[in-house]
């Protein structure tokens, strides 16, 4: 079975700096892709970037990174310098291989960025 | 326009009425989902089809069913609501079954059940 847990239910960062959001997997499916969306308070889900479990260097896209360790079954999510606009809902997801499209998802994390 | 449009946004309904919310997309994505979303627990899928022909149990499904009309449109449906689907509830889209591609949502429908 597959399982996404984000351990952290609401964090703060203070505003420009980074800010690290914990992610951890677990799946039998030897090849997966890991994602992280993002909900304003608006509602709507927002892709902001995706590791594939084969991709040997970590993703990045603009502020966002994805800290993959596969080892350690772990894709943490950082964003640098971080803007007030940054304050919502992050949720990681998987995709497994064999799980036919399938995307699940993690409990979520509330971040909120202090000016 | 979305590429992925829910209607009703919202909704407030009595308990054991029928309710029904309607996805549309334009994508052209062969595969849609319906989830619903309840604090601290995440998105959990409801059903899944993966073309007119074939729809599919998500983990959740006890109290929905669903409708592929055509390939752009995918209807879930309460058939006697209750206050603990009271929820948001979202439809995503996916070009296939690749574990390399994101899905795409809708805005979302907040149902209320009284």
């Known amino acids: 079975a597959q399982k996404i847990t984000q351990t952290q239910p609401g964090m703060f960062v203070q505003e420009k700096e980074a800010v690290t959001l914990d992610c951890t997997y677990d799946?039998?499916?030897?090849?997966?892709?890991l994602f992280w969306y993002k909900q304003p308070s608006s509602g709507e889900m927002i892709f902001l970037i995706y590791q594939g479990s084969y991709d040997q260097q970590n993703a990045t896209e603009g502020r966002y990174s994805l800290n993959f360790q596969k080892a350690r079954k772990s894709a943490n999510l950082v964003i640098s310098a971080s803007q007030l606009g940054d304050s919502a809902m992050y949720f990681c997801?998987?995709?497994?291989?064999?799980?036919?499209?399938?995307?699940?998802f993690g409990q979520g994390t509330e971040l909120s960025v202090k000016p | 326009d979305a590429d992925v449009t829910q209607t009703p946004r919202n909704r407030i309904t009595k308990t054991g009425k029928r309710i029904m919310l309607e996805c549309s997309q334009t994508?052209?994505?062969?595969?849609m989902y319906w989830y619903r979303q309840d604090p601290g627990l995440g998105l959990r899928l409801i059903y899944y089809s993966f073309d007119v022909k074939d729809i599919n149990k998500g983990e959740i499904s006890d109290g929905y069913s669903v409708s592929r009309q055509a390939q752009a449109k995918f209807s879930l449906s309460l058939e006697s609501a209750i206050p603990n689907q009271t929820a948001l509830y979202f439809c995503?889209?996916?070009?296939?079954?690749?574990?390399?591609?994101?899905?795409?949502f809708g805005e979302g429908s907040r149902l209320t059940v009284l």
């Open positions: 994508k052209g994505h062969d595969r």
């Open positions: 995503a889209t996916s070009r296939d079954g690749a574990y390399t591609g994101e899905l795409f």
């Open positions: 997801a998987m995709r497994g291989g064999n799980q036919g499209g399938k995307l699940i």
């Open positions: 799946t039998s499916d030897p090849s997966y892709g």
